[in-house]
């Protein structure tokens, strides 16, 4: 999982490693142990991006940010810039869960319970275009461009009437789950200037929505 996705002061809820090789991983942070940004960031400046967990204990890891989410977006005091901290951190662990895990049922639930948020933020905050301009300091960019994409969807719609928990539903899950095509492309294409693609590359490249089509089809529960 990238740093940018822990949060600062919460607790693991799972044992974190750091990658030597390919064979190799160093337990840095125990279950139950408090996330010291200040330290992990020691990690950063050794050139480590990522921090992983097992395959086993990596749901509750998820489900700790989503919960963490929602109290703190229910918190009137609470600042937007913090909501929308701890807000992108959830959806960018979900996100991690479905590029490496796939669509499961349980990363499935994951994303309806992150898309609940989406949507309580969108009806409870009428400065929605300031928060989405907040993200630009928060998260990867592919997190900030399904958040941005989910949460102007679901204001467009509630602008216009269309405000009825279904349809908001689906437009913050279809926000999510737009680019998910790009998960069976080579990770090299992602952010490649289409300018500097090949023929085959850009057809490759394309053909992530009609990819992404597919996967969505294939799953049982998917609004």
Excluded at 58 to 73: A, M, R, T, W
Excluded at 75 to 100: C, D, G, P, R
Excluded at 132 to 159: F, M, N, P, R, W
Excluded at 176 to 196: A, Q, T
Aim: charged letters at 25%; glycine letters at 6%; one cysteine or more.
């Amino acid at each position: 999982m990238p740093i940018s996705s822990f949060l600062n002061g919460s607790r693991a809820e799972a044992d974190i490693y750091i990658k030597i090789n390919e064979r190799k991983y160093i337990k840095v942070l125990k279950k139950g142990d408090d996330l010291n940004l200040d330290r992990i960031r020691t990690y950063e400046d050794q050139k480590v991006e990522h921090l992983y967990v097992s395959h086993d204990e990596f749901g509750p890891h998820v489900e700790n940010y989503i919960k963490l989410s929602s109290v703190l977006l229910a918190n009137k005091k609470a600042s937007s810039t913090q909501k929308l901290t701890i807000f992108s951190k959830a959806i960018e662990n979900v996100m991690t869960e479905i590029q490496h895990m796939g669509v499961e049922p349980a990363c499935l639930n994951h994303a309806m319970e992150v898309s609940k948020n989406i949507i309580q933020v969108v009806n409870n905050n009428t400065q929605i275009a300031n928060m989405i301009g907040q993200l630009e300091q928060i998260g990867e960019d592919y997190v900030k461009h399904v958040t941005c994409v989910s949460l102007l969807s679901c204001t467009i719609a509630y602008h216009m009437g269309w405000k009825g928990e279904k349809v908001q539903n689906l437009l913050s899950m279809g926000g999510m789950f737009h680019d998910v095509g790009f998960k069976e492309l080579p990770p090299e294409l992602w952010n490649k200037p289409r300018s500097d693609m090949n023929r085959e590359e850009f057809q490759l490249y394309e053909s992530h929505p009609e990819r992404g089509k597919q996967i969505l089809l294939s799953i049982s529960g998917m609004p």
